[in-house]
């Protein structure tokens, strides 16, 4: 969204600075010296103005950069004991089923002054308890392995980000520094790899998400910023 508006700003700028110039080679209305020396004044105020952009371009990438840093822990951690949860009341529900199954045998065991004998000898009894425990059982056991109660742990984190940035020379930024849109365009795609424990999860985490799509604006301004840069140069 930041880089839309300054792209909707340095158009602004360069469509006033060619207005300018046509009045150059008119040089209609007063003395052709006069606006050839006040079209120059202007140009340079747009030079500035343009690169005063780019200096834009440049805080918002290192400012993204920065807050995308500080936003990937947090956000782990969200997802994290989210898993954790929903593991603890799925686990729950399959001990509740094996619990209630027991249950339902001692509750007959107790309330029918039953006895060991009964149990080994009453066919009815025995079928009764055996569709209890095998009920709970059957229902109840898959809840508490590991296809339906998955990992929570995680394996990268705001290190491996910081990592990245360092290695691609970017930890502080545009500023100073000639960095092809090719190198900015691969960053961001590294980052998504390095963070895809997080990222993986973006379709039910807005932190993910968040983290995602600033990712993705960090590149767009460095790219933006570097097409301002050639217009300069020429």
Same mark, same amino acid.
């Given at each position: 969204? #930041?880089?839309?508006?300054?792209?909707?700003?340095?158009?602004?700028?360069?469509?006033?600075?060619? #207005?300018?110039s046509?009045?150059?080679?008119?040089?209609?209305?007063?003395?052709h010296?006069?606006?050839r020396?006040?079209?120059?004044?202007?140009?340079?105020?747009?030079?500035?103005?343009?690169? #005063?952009?780019?200096?834009?371009?440049?805080?918002?990438?290192?400012?993204?950069?920065?807050?995308?840093?500080?936003?990937?822990?947090?956000?782990?951690?969200?997802?994290?004991?989210?898993?954790?949860?929903?593991?603890?009341?799925?686990?729950?529900?399959?001990?509740?089923l094996?619990?209630?199954?027991v249950g339902?045998?001692?509750?007959?065991?107790?309330?029918?002054?039953?006895?060991?004998?009964?149990?080994?000898?009453?066919?009815?009894?025995q079928?009764s308890?055996?569709?209890?425990?095998?009920?709970?059982?059957?229902?109840?056991?898959?809840?508490l392995?590991?296809?339906?109660?998955?990992?929570?742990?995680?394996s990268?984190?705001?290190?491996?980000f910081?990592?990245?940035?360092?290695?691609?020379?970017?930890?502080?930024?545009?500023?100073?520094?000639?960095?092809?849109e090719s190198?900015?365009?691969n960053?961001?795609?590294?980052?998504?790899?390095?963070l895809?424990?997080?990222?993986?999860?973006?379709?039910?985490?807005?932190e993910a998400a968040?983290?995602?799509?600033?990712?993705?604006?960090?590149?767009?301004?460095?790219?933006?910023?570097?097409?301002?840069?050639?217009?300069?140069?020429?």
């Amino acid at each position: 969204m #930041n880089s839309i508006i300054f792209m909707i700003l340095v158009r602004g700028v360069l469509t006033e600075a060619v #207005n300018i110039s046509n009045i150059d080679r008119d040089g209609s209305g007063h003395g052709h010296g006069h606006h050839r020396v006040h079209g120059g004044q202007h140009y340079l105020r747009q030079g500035g103005g343009v690169e #005063n952009a780019i200096l834009k371009l440049e805080q918002q990438f290192l400012y993204l950069l920065t807050h995308t840093l500080g936003l990937i822990d947090p956000a782990i951690d969200s997802i994290v004991s989210s898993c954790e949860e929903s593991s603890h009341q799925t686990m729950s529900y399959g001990a509740a089923l094996i619990a209630g199954g027991v249950g339902d045998s001692l509750a007959d065991y107790y309330g029918n002054s039953r006895s060991p004998g009964d149990v080994l000898t009453m066919a009815d009894v025995q079928y009764s308890y055996g569709y209890n425990l095998g009920y709970g059982i059957g229902f109840g056991a898959p809840f508490l392995l590991p296809t339906y109660v998955p990992s929570c742990s995680v394996s990268c984190s705001s290190s491996d980000f910081l990592s990245l940035a360092r290695q691609y020379g970017l930890s502080y930024g545009l500023t100073g520094q000639e960095v092809g849109e090719s190198k900015i365009c691969n960053f961001g795609l590294d980052a998504k790899q390095a963070l895809s424990c997080l990222l993986q999860n973006k379709g039910d985490s807005k932190e993910a998400a968040k983290v995602d799509f600033l990712i993705d604006d960090m590149v767009e301004a460095g790219k933006q910023r570097n097409r301002l840069k050639k217009k300069v140069a020429y």
